[in-house]
T-cell receptor, first 116, second 111 residues
Framework: GAVVSQHPSRVICKSGTSVKIECRSL??????MFWYRQFPKQSLMLMAT?????????EQGVEKDKFLINHASLTLSTLTVTSAHPEDSSFYIC????????????FGPGTRLTVT | GNSVTQMEGPVTLSEEAFLTINCTYT??????LFWYVQYPGEGLQLLLK?????DKGSNKGFEATYRKETTSFHLEKGSVQVSDSAVYFC??????????FGQGTELSVKP
């Protein structure tokens, strides 16, 4: 089956620093990847849609200058949390859509970010 | 706009009990419907899906039928196991391919 990986799985950083999270589709090409944020015991909130080779589309209320998304290739998208603050602590999950099967998304295992 | 509403949890059942988790949706057009499962500390896994009215999705003993007339996609399992303990999310996919999730229902199965 289609596999999506995320790295790192957990990261702790100090307030004011930047953190990069990678999302990779391991055995398929993904023209579109999605980034979600999940608060404890809550649902997933879509942050942005990332299309290979073009700028990401951010959902309303998501700061594009704070959450930088780059989709440099058909198998890699990155989310950089810039100048992180404790309120950015969350579980970040990416998903990827196989360009050959546009109706299904495959989810990564998530990255737990803790900002101290 | 499109939305998904799930029954609130947590749901606590004994092993081998029957499970129903209700899910209703509001959408324009004919969305695809999904159930995802999230085990503690992990990402989401697709459990089952249905892409058109009257389709039944099934996997690992779980079933859900796409009911257009009642705009529902209830999840059922005849006999739950402790290993089914997780959070279950109902979702729909809009025309743009975005997934819209319900709030999630936590299931706890006791031996």
């Amino acid at each position: 089956g289609a596999v999506v990986s995320q790295h790192p799985s957990r990261v702790i950083c100090k307030s004011g620093t930047s953190v990069k999270i990678e999302c990779r589709s391991l055995d398929f090409q993904a023209t579109t990847m999605f980034w979600y944020r999940q608060f404890p015991k809550q649902s997933l909130m879509l942050m942005a849609t990332s299309n290979e080779g073009s700028k990401a589309t951010y959902e309303q209320g998501v700061e594009k200058d704070k959450f930088l998304i780059n989709h440099a290739s058909l198998t890699l998208s990155t989310l950089t949390v810039t100048s992180a603050h404790p309120e950015d602590s969350s579980f970040y999950i990416c998903s990827a859509r196989d360009r050959l099967d546009p109706y299904e998304q495959y989810f990564g295992p998530g990255t737990r970010l803790t900002v101290t | 706009g499109n939305s998904v509403t799930q029954m609130e949890g947590p749901v606590t059942l004994s092993e081998e009990a029957f499970l129903t988790i209700n899910c209703t949706y509001t959408a324009t057009g004919y969305p695809s419907l999904f159930w995802y499962v999230q085990y503690p500390g992990e990402g989401l896994q697709l459990l089952l899906k249905a892409t058109k009215a009257d389709d039944k999705g099934s996997n690992k003993g779980f079933e859900a039928t796409y009911r257009k007339e009642t705009t529902s996609f209830h999840l059922e399992k005849g006999s739950v196991q402790v290993s089914d303990s997780a959070v279950y999310f109902c979702a729909l996919s809009d025309r743009g391919g975005k997934l819209i999730f319900g709030q999630g229902t936590e299931l706890s199965v006791k031996p």
